[in-house]
Nanobody
Framework: GQFVESGGGLVQPGGSLSLSCEAS??????????IAWFRQAPGKEREGVVC??????????YYVDSAKGRFTITRGNNKNTVYLQMNSLKPEDTAVYYC?????????????????????WGQGTQVTVSS
């Protein structure tokens, strides 16, 4: 399966963006899938930003330190969409943002997010934070 991300763009520091991620070609059953948002800045490795455990694993969320208090992951009412609300954006948040799902239900750990566990990805949406 794949995802279609949208909502990226250019925003000034301190501004907000809401990214959307819609599953395409499959049903995103968050009872069993883990879902995460990643980002990749130029010249850097793709890093996990936030991860939502599968519901059967408790449905908790994990945020990397840089995202805590600023980013929020939520599920859409149609159950096939996931959102990332980003507030108080900083220039260092500039990156291509990807959503991904792990049908194993794994990928979110107390120590971090393991991108190797995620097997469905979107094409990414560019977020640029600049004045």
């Amino acid at each position: 399966g794949q995802f279609v991300e949208s909502g990226g763009g250019l925003v000034q520091p301190g501004g907000s963006l809401s990214l959307s991620c819609e599953a395409s070609g499959f049903t995103l059953d968050l009872d069993y899938y883990a879902i995460a948002w990643f980002r990749q800045a130029p010249g850097k490795e793709r890093e996990g930003v936030v991860c939502m455990y599968s519901k059967v694993s408790g449905g908790a969320t994990y945020y990397v330190d840089s995202a805590k208090g600023r980013f929020t992951i939520t599920r859409g009412n149609n159950k096939n969409t996931v959102y990332l609300q980003m507030n108080s954006l900083k220039p260092e948040d500039t990156a291509v943002y990807y959503c991904a799902a792990a049908d194993s239900g794994y990928g979110c750990y107390s120590q971090g997010i393991n991108k190797l566990d995620f097997d469905s990805w979107g094409q990414g949406t560019q977020v640029t934070v600049s004045s």
